[in-house]
């Protein structure tokens, strides 16, 4: 961290300390305002795992009090990682205390899994469609030979010879 950020953010947490506790909720995102968007980020999406609430794009922004435009746009690859990695640190962080697995790593799990299950549904989709492609060939294929191969058919049953049995002499015959 920047020491300009640690200073900004000492100096937000000193002036909300001086407030009375009443005024604080009100007073939390004016004082935060002057923080750097990703550390912003940052507190409110460790606030949000830790109180197992579901951490997206939408959340983060209002607990951290950044607009969805600009300030998401400059900063969405350190917020997306944020949002990606976030349970599992505050997880991390509550187990060294004693704690079990949080609600907020198991919504990660979920979210995880929920990307698997989608990622599984479009290579079926796709396999499908590969296969149906070719099952289609398959059938043209087909009917393109199929008239050509009773041709042949019918031509080689018109060259075989029906052969018959011929016995072998027998020793009392006269030959």
Same mark, same amino acid.
Request: charged fraction near 30%; proline fraction near 4%.
């Given at each position: 961290?920047? %020491?300009?950020?640690? %200073? ?14 009443? %005024? ?66 505050v997880d991390s962080m509550l187990n060294r205390v004693g704690e079990g ?12 899994? %929920? ?61």
């Open positions: 961290m920047f %020491d300009a950020s640690g %200073d900004a953010l000492e100096k937000a947490i000193r002036n909300l300390a001086e407030r009375s506790m009443d %005024d604080v909720p009100k007073e939390v995102s004016v004082e935060f305002r002057s923080l750097p968007v990703v550390l912003r980020a940052a507190l409110g999406a460790v606030a949000l795992a830790a109180a197992g609430r579901p951490l997206n794009g939408v959340t983060l922004a209002a607990a951290a009090g950044f607009s969805r435009g600009t300030a998401y746009r400059h900063n969405r690859e350190a917020v997306n990682l944020l949002i990606e990695f976030a349970p599992a640190l697995s949080s609600l907020t790593i198991l919504n990660a799990n979920l979210r995880q899994r %929920d990307e698997t299950i989608a990622e599984l549904r479009e290579r079926l989709h796709s396999s499908e469609k590969e296969r149906e492609m070719a099952l289609a060939y398959a059938r043209d294929l087909f009917e393109t030979v199929s008239s050509e191969i009773r041709d042949i058919a019918a031509e080689k049953a018109q060259k075989v010879r029906v052969l018959r049995v011929v016995e072998p002499p027998s020793e009392d015959s006269p030959s």
